[in-house]
């Protein structure tokens, strides 16, 4: 075994790792959910960027609609983050396939 060569190697997956880590925090995916009129940005990472909501759900007596729609563009871009990370990580190992649940980085 090559010792030196697998210490390399591990670096180098280190630093890719480091790489896709801030690409994914760039990484900006969009839920929408009442025909566009509630939308949610996230980072791929799962961060809150922004929501947008349409004028006409500010309405009093639409406070639950808007609160479920909220809700549901959120999944909806949550979902999209992850799958984003998903395939970032999938690029990163060469398809390697990894036991459930395991996530990269440790």
């Known amino acids: 075994m090559d010792f030196m060569g697998l210490m390399k190697q591990a670096q180098q997956m ?3 790792m480091a790489e896709a880590q801030l690409e994914l925090e760039q990484t900006v995916v969009e839920g929408e959910a009442g025909g566009g009129m509630v939308r949610v940005a996230l980072t791929a990472k799962g ?3 922004s929501i947008s909501i349409d004028p006409s759900l500010l309405a009093p007596d639409e406070k639950e609609i808007l609160q479920d729609l ?5 999944m909806q ?3 999209k983050a992850e799958e984003a990370m998903a395939e970032k990580m999938k690029a990163l190992t060469g398809g ?6 395991f996530k990269l980085p440790f």
Request: proline share 15%; charged share 15%.
């Open 14 to 16: 280190q630093a890719k």
């Open 96 to 101: 390697l396939p990894l036991p459930p649940g």
């Open 47 to 49: 961060g809150m960027k």
């Open 77 to 79: 871009a949550r979902a």
């Open 70 to 74: 909220i809700l549901t563009a959120h």
